[in-house]
Each structure stands twice: as C-alpha cells, then as structure tokens.
C-alpha cells in the first residue's frame, strides 16, 4: 500500500479556488490509480474525482464536474485537485485515496489519506 498525504485545504469564499495536494510515499505511485473524496458533516462520504495511474482516464461526480480538474504528476509522487467556482456546498473533509485498479478505485480505494478541511464561506 501507498501512504498518502492531503494538503492545501483551507477556508475560501464563494466563487474562489484552491488546490489541494496529495503526495505519496511510494515511488511506485505510478502505478496507482488515484481519487479524491470528500465528507460533509452528518453526511457519507462521496466520490469527487479519480485519475488513471499516467493521467490519461478522469472521472468526476456530475456535481463537481466543469469546475474540479484531478491531474497528476509521476514525477513528484504527487496529485492535485483544482477546484474552481467553489461553493458552501463543496465544504467538506476531502480526503485523497489510491488503488491499484482505476475502475474500481470509486467503491473499493485501498489505501487512504487523512483528509484536509475544505470550508465554503457565503
């Protein structure tokens, strides 16, 4: 397994961007598919985006999708979330996961990072 951690969270206003991090501890990162998720209070936890292991395949949850942009780069181990035109209802832990298989990485991520807080103000 692949040790992950998030960074980059923070409180933003409606409307503005942040880019959260996701840096891992493995050279093999390469070969991991990769996600981020997130959890609302009182809420489960939900997809929001996932990456194929070199970049080529991306998934997005229809509510994040034309304002997130998951990428990746293997030579730093690392992998990135831009979200753009947040808003209150993005607020939420958002946490970064990683799986051998990008197709299942959405209901089975192996490995899991400690998640970074993400707060929407109106």
């Known amino acids: 397994q692949v040790q992950l951690v998030e960074s980059g969270g923070g409180l933003v206003q409606v409307g503005g961007s942040l880019r959260l991090s996701c840096a891992a501890s493995?050279?093999?990162?390469?070969?991991?598919?990769m996600g981020w998720f997130r959890q609302a209070p009182d809420k489960e936890r939900e997809f929001v985006a996932a990456?194929?292991?070199?970049?080529?395949?991306?998934s997005y949850a229809d509510s994040v999708k034309g304002r997130f942009t998951i990428s990746r780069d293997n030579t730093k181990y690392t992998g990135y979330l831009q979200m753009d035109s947040l808003k209150p209802e993005d607020t939420a832990v958002y946490y970064c996961?990683?799986?051998?298989?990008?197709?299942?990485?959405?209901?089975?991520?192996?490995?899991w990072g400690q998640g970074t807080q993400v707060t929407v103000s109106a």
């Open positions: 493995a050279r093999t990162f390469r070969n991991y598919a």
């Open positions: 990456i194929s292991m070199f970049g080529r395949s991306t």
């Open positions: 996961a990683a799986d051998l298989s990008f197709q299942t990485i959405r209901t089975g991520a192996r490995s």
